[in-house]
């Protein structure tokens, strides 16, 4: 993160990787904005100079667009938001019968 710009830092002790994200427009130009006007350059054209290059060649994740803008949203906008814990399970069939907050009905996990 503190590659894209130098302000970019993890504050939260969790991961920001999920299972899914809403992004909210105004938050992701903002945050392109900042990278932009201190690389010169687009966006995708700093994100990608930045990822490690061992890293750009299938041996592992070098970037996470979820981790980069969970922690920007803590970060400038926390009284935006709430982190909270949900429950969720992937399921290969809809007959269930528990409390969950969501599920994920993969197509290749159907029965």
Same mark, same amino acid.
């Given at each position: 993160?503190?590659?894209?710009?130098?302000?970019?830092?993890?504050?939260?002790?969790?991961?920001?990787?999920?299972?899914?994200?809403?992004?909210?427009?105004?938050?992701?130009? +903002?945050?392109? %904005?900042?990278?932009? #006007? !201190?690389?010169? $350059?687009?966006?995708?054209?700093?994100? @990608?100079?930045?990822?490690?290059?061992?890293?750009?060649?299938?041996?592992?994740?070098?970037?996470?667009?979820?981790?980069?803008?969970?922690?920007?949203?803590?970060?400038?906008?926390?009284?935006?938001? +709430?982190?909270? %814990?949900?429950?969720? #399970? !992937?399921?290969? $069939?809809?007959?269930?019968?528990?409390? @969950?907050?969501?599920?994920?009905?993969?197509?290749?996990?159907?029965?």
């Amino acid at each position: 993160m503190g590659r894209l710009h130098p302000d970019f830092t993890r504050v939260y002790e969790l991961s920001g990787i999920c299972h899914h994200m809403m992004f909210e427009t105004r938050i992701v130009r +903002e945050m392109f %904005e900042m990278v932009e #006007e !201190n690389g010169n $350059k687009p966006f995708w054209q700093i994100f @990608l100079e930045k990822v490690e290059p061992w890293l750009r060649h299938g041996f592992g994740s070098g970037a996470s667009e979820y981790e980069l803008y969970f922690n920007y949203v803590c970060k400038f906008h926390s009284d935006e938001i +709430e982190v909270r %814990e949900l429950s969720w #399970e !992937n399921v290969r $069939k809809l007959d269930f019968c528990k409390e @969950l907050n969501y599920i994920s009905h993969h197509h290749f996990n159907r029965e």
